[in-house]
């Protein structure tokens, strides 16, 4: 199987052997002389030989005999192929009477020139074997690159499907900390709200994301009923500030991008006992999507990197090269200056 464009490719190629070909065969046409009915019929079956010379080469002995390495075998099956040519030429010559038809034709004894006649159709079916021959290396080589991009789009895929079965656990497993944090605090009715506001979590999680793409304002709804259950367990003196498009265009993008980033600033960007502030701003121009959240740098750091780190942040990084491809700028900066730990997310959307 080959693509569209070098589908195209090999069909002209096959086109322009063919006009080659005819051209060759026709070009009598030219000459101030009318040739006999013999020479044309003669003229008829070479070029049905050479075509025939042709479509072997390409579609049964490249791929069949030199493809596999057997060259000694190619090169006797070549060597046959000019030998018959050439016998069957001869063969045409006397069968058609083709020597007694041109001395008619030009009103005296022609020299007979075997040997020439010999050497054209050599050339000819050699030309034909090594157009072939090419036709099908490009052919095999267009192939296999194909074959390739199937396997790597199957690849990149299922590491995809993986990284967001790593994901969705994740943020659920952080979800019900919270509500278990709750319930353990004797807050029932904050625990029922919580609970209330995780089902259209699950809901979106469950069912938009299973789909490759999703739409900004999809996106934006599932990231206010985050913030809202965090907020349930966050001090007052907590400021989180969500700045959002005036307005939200028809725009779709990979769904849980964002959530990370907004997890990990949740994580480690509040205190119960020190000033701490969230803020996350996401425009939209155009095409471009910007996504923007800054935290409070605290210096307790967990003693596991990796715990620090977070899972959602690695595969977040990994599915941005996977889904946009150059299309994507990722700034993750801390500022011992600032006091703050901030990224920054720049999508060109399709």
């Not at 192939?143 to 199957?154: F, I, S």
Request: include cysteine; charge should be neutral.
């Amino acid at each position: 199987m080959i693509t569209r464009p070098y589908a195209k490719f090999f069909v002209s190629a096959q086109f322009w052997v063919m006009v080659f070909l005819l051209a060759f065969v026709c070009m009598p046409l030219i000459y101030p002389v009318k040739f006999p009915v013999q020479f044309w019929v003669k003229q008829t079956f070479d070029f049905a030989i050479w075509s025939g010379v042709f479509f072997f080469s390409g579609y049964v002995l490249a791929p069949k005999v030199i493809f596999k390495g057997q060259i000694l075998l190619s090169i006797i099956i070549v060597i046959l192929i000019m030998i018959g040519v050439v016998w069957v030429d001869n063969q045409l010559d006397k069968l058609l009477h083709m020597q007694e038809a041109m001395d008619k034709t030009f009103g005296t004894k022609q020299h007979s020139t075997p040997h020439l006649g010999n050497f054209i159709a050599v050339v000819v079916t050699l030309l034909l074997l090594g157009m072939g021959t090419i036709s099908a290396v490009v052919q095999r080589f267009q192939a296999d690159r194909l074959k390739e991009q199937v396997l790597q789009q199957e690849k990149i895929v299922s590491e995809l499907s993986f990284l967001k079965t790593q994901i969705n656990p994740h943020f659920f497993f952080n979800v019900l900390n919270t509500i278990y944090a709750l319930i353990g605090s004797k807050n029932t009715d904050t625990a029922q709200e919580s609970v209330y506001t995780l089902s259209h979590m699950m809901r979106y999680v469950l069912y938009d994301t299973k789909h490759d793409h999703t739409t900004l304002a999809k996106e934006i709804a599932f990231i206010d009923d985050y913030i809202k259950l965090m907020r349930l367990r966050l001090p007052d003196a907590v400021q989180v500030i969500f700045e959002k498009p005036l307005t939200q265009a028809n725009a779709e993008l990979s769904p849980m991008l964002f959530l990370p980033y907004i997890e990990n600033a949740f994580k480690h960007g509040v205190s119960s006992v020190h000033p701490s502030y969230i803020y996350i701003e996401l425009k939209q121009a155009g095409n471009e999507l910007l996504f923007e959240i800054r935290n409070s740098l605290f210096e307790q750091q967990p003693d596991n990197k990796e715990e620090s780190n977070g899972i959602g942040l690695k595969n977040t990084q990994r599915r941005l090269d996977l889904l946009y491809p150059g299309k994507h700028l990722l700034q993750v900066e801390k500022d011992d200056t600032a006091r703050e730990f901030v990224v920054k997310l720049k999508l060109q959307l399709q």
